[in-house]
């Protein structure tokens, strides 16, 4: 439903306003949509409903803007591909701000703004920000709206490529919206967000329109986010990292549960016993390719429940119960192919997918990087030039001088390009995935990209060993943030860029949910690590399907029925309790992988000390005590 915002200057009495015409009667709702439309100005306003119709009609405007490129029905029915405003391609970690009333409640890893400040300044750039533009106003619900306490949220945004983002993403529209006046007014997250280029009569529209200045803005205390600027990813879609993680951590702290960047994968062995495993990777370390897993092990059977988020609950039965809040995969491009991640690329084949600074083919298909193996003899890659494998870009008509021998050819996807494709199209899905209770958990997985000193798996002595291992993870930083990639970052949990207050309440939070339930009925906790190299710089363990190696001695290990090593830093595979028939590794490469070095080891002190004493004195006593026992065991 589209209507005219009224104006403040000439409000003709009789004119449509959005709350006369408004399909809801939630109050607190109709009374933000109008304070937002009376300050961002917006020249109509549409009340998503989430059909079919609306998202033809929205991908319509959106070609004829030049946002969206159709593309070929055969290759991916229902499908569209974007090109993104060159400085607008990742999450702006340095933009993004956590306003707590007192700064020590946002903590040292969190940019932090007084709200009142914060909500001057964007007051102020949100005032006509959506000249020429239509308002979307988009109720969601992350997680079923069956649930016990169902999570709504409602994102108010000027950008139709946003709209029709969350529709894969989030359960969106008039069903959501009518269950938020179910028995009662329900409460919500309000989200804001705007591209921030007000379009002025006359003005000619960009196919990507965004701002140079960008805030992404979250207040823990008012469960509210404001997002200004930016139209990409975690920066706009806003149930996702804002909501799901940033606004849900602190609600979780609260409450006295977990909102976590963790994939649900369920596995079931040979014998038909099931396991559910979270796993917690940094943002591109592998979290979508093991949600997707086609286990390598004969006999082992993976199916997907998530692959960016979960929710985890205590159940009355002392498990740990585990829900996807999302409704879609916004999933990395490059390395996704039919060699590492067949149920992806199936998933995607399906179409009603969005495609985002990927290359795009000469018969309307989509490529990246590691899609093929080879690819296609031409390309326009994603900045919109013509693309070869021989010269790469090539900005003008001429003939393109070829690359000399040992110069990187320019990828034609952006490293962080994406597609966002329904999770109902997945192959593999779990049944359970729509379950608003979820799953109980097994185990728990923390990993990140090292190229050195993390072994392949360990597990951890107990839960507070393994809060430790969560802790001081760490990680080679990627181009799903802004800045420079490849350096080595601690990283809480993989949730550095996503905790919505202190790092250092949190991490005591984790401990606390360990002490307060039965330890045998916590999930086993263990380190995996996918990204060690060799001398020669190659990968020393194949990864992808493989690890499904890993997750079968995980599995063990939860059943005591494989052996370990007892090492300085954990448990450890033993030479053959590790399934490796079949596989296409040299003994010395996967001796490598597995090895805990003290020497690495010994060298990773310093860092974890550094870290532990940028967290100051809100660290958990319990974590330095696990440092000094480690420490000890090392000079042992
Ligand atoms: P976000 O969506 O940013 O949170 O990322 P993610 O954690 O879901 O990472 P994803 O699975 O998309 O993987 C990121 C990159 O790592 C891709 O290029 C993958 O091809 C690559 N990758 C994933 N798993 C493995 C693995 O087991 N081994 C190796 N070598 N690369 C992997
Ligand atoms: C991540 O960066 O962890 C993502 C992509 O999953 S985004 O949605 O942009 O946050
Ligand atoms: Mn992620």
Known sequence: ??????????????????????????????????????????????????????????????????????????????????????????????????CSKSPDDAGPTNNWMHPDEMKS?????????????????????????????????????????????????????????????????????????????????????????????????????????????????GNSLLGKKCFALRIASAIARDEGWLAEHMLILKLTSPQGRVYHIAAA?????????????????????????GDDIAWMRFGDDGRLWAVNPEYGFFGVAPGTGWHTNPNAMQAMNRGNSLFTN?????????????????????????????????????????????VPDGDKIEPAAHPNSRFCTPIKQTPILAPEYDSPTGVPIDAILFGGRRRDTMPLVTQSRDWTHGVFFGATLSSETTAAATGKVGVVRRDPMAMLPFIGYHVGDYLAHWL??????????????????????????????????????????????????????????????????????????????????????????RAEIPLIEEWFGKIGPKLPAG??????ALKQKLSG
């Open 1 to 98: 439903m589209t209507t005219t915002a009224p104006r403040r200057d000439a409000p003709a009495p009789d004119a449509p306003t959005p709350v006369a015409e408004s399909p809801t009667r939630h109050a607190e709702l109709l009374a933000w949509v109008q304070e937002i439309a009376e300050l961002a100005e917006p020249a109509a306003v549409h009340w998503c409903d989430g059909s079919r119709e609306e998202w033809d009609r929205l991908a319509e405007q959106l070609i004829a803007a030049g946002t969206l490129v159709r593309l070929d029905e055969r290759a991916k029915p229902n499908s569209f591909y974007a090109r993104t405003d060159p400085d607008d391609v990742a999450r702006v970690e340095g933009r993004t701000f956590i």
């Open 121 to 233: 300044i964007l007051t102020d750039r949100f005032r006509g920000a959506m000249h020429g533009r239509t308002m979307y106003v988009i109720p969601f619900c992350m997680g079923s709206p069956e649930a016990e306490k169902p999570m709504f949220g409602v994102e108010i945004t000027d950008s139709a490529y946003v709209v029709m983002s969350m529709k894969i993403m989030t359960r969106m529209g008039s069903d959501i919206l009518a269950a938020m006046t179910r028995d009662h007014d329900h409460d919500f997250v309000p989200c804001l967000h705007s591209v921030g280029a007000p379009l002025q009569p006359g003005d000619h529209d960009v196919p990507w329109p965004c701002n140079t200045e960008k805030y992404i803005s979250h207040f823990p205390e008012d469960r509210m986010i404001w997002s200004y600027g930016s139209g990409y990813g």
């Open 281 to 305: 990777f940094p943002s591109a370390c592998g979290k979508t390719n093991l949600a997707l897993i086609n286990p390598t092990v004969p006999g082992w059977r993976a199916e997907t429940l």
């Open 358 to 402: 990927v290359a795009l083919t000469d018969h309307g298909d989509v490529w990246w990087e590691g899609a093929t193996e080879t690819p296609p003899a031409h390309l326009t890659d994603w900045k919109g030039r013509s693309w070869t494998p021989e010269t790469g870009p090539s900005t003008g008509s001429g003939p393109t001088l070829p």
């Open 512 to 601: 606390r949910l360990g002490e307060r339930h039965e330890q045998d009925k916590l999930p086993k906790i263990f380190y995996v690590n996918w990204f060690r190299r060799g001398e020669d710089g190659g990968f020393l363990w194949p990864g992808f399907g493989e690890n499904s190696r890993v997750l079968k001695w995980i599995a063990e290990r939860i059943d005591h029925t494989a052996a370990a090593e007892k090492t300085p830093i954990g448990y450890t595979p033993t030479a053959d309790s590790l399934d490796v028939a079949g596989l296409a590794v040299t003994e010395d490469d996967l001796t490598a992988a597995c090895r805990v070095d003290p020497e690495e080891w």
């Open 623 to 628: 974590l330095s005590t696990e440092l000094e």
